[in-house]
């Protein structure tokens, strides 16, 4: 059984940083490609960045290309995002997924495993 468990969230102004990880249990985690998605309240969950098993690979959203960065290290087993010039827009529930695939995945069917997410808050 996977776990993947969210850390880094909190209360941010506008134009801030925060650095979102995610530790993976289990020793498949290089495996496997890594994503994160967020919600927000009445929202559907959508796709935020992922990264392909060995890291060469990452994908954005338009809406937080150039300003959020993902990246993994497999020796730790950990996935991280970080997350520049914050927008009240970005304000979500940030979750950490692990895919079906080793390569590109960036729909929510893609992926099996999900954290329980952290709570990112922008404010003004």
């Known amino acids: 059984q996977v776990q993947l468990v969210e850390s880094g969230g909190g209360l941010v102004q506008a134009g801030g940083s925060l650095r979102l990880s995610c530790a993976a249990s289990?020793?498949?985690?290089?495996?496997?490609?890594m994503g994160w998605f967020r919600q927000a309240p009445g929202m559907e969950r959508e796709f935020v960045a992922a990264?392909?098993?060995?890291?060469?690979?990452?994908y954005y959203a338009d809406s937080v290309k150039g300003r959020f960065t993902i990246s993994r290290d497999n020796a730790k087993n950990t996935v991280y995002l970080i997350m520049n010039s914050l927008k009240l827009e970005d304000t979500a529930v940030y979750y950490c997924?692990?895919?079906?695939?080793?390569?590109?995945?960036?729909?929510?069917?893609?992926?099996?495993?999900w954290g329980q997410g952290t709570q990112v808050t922008v404010s003004s």
């Open positions: 997924a692990r895919s079906i695939r080793s390569g590109q995945a960036m729909s929510v069917e893609e992926y099996n495993y």
């Open positions: 289990g020793r498949t985690f290089s495996d496997y490609a």
């Open positions: 990264i392909i098993r060995k890291g060469e690979y990452k």
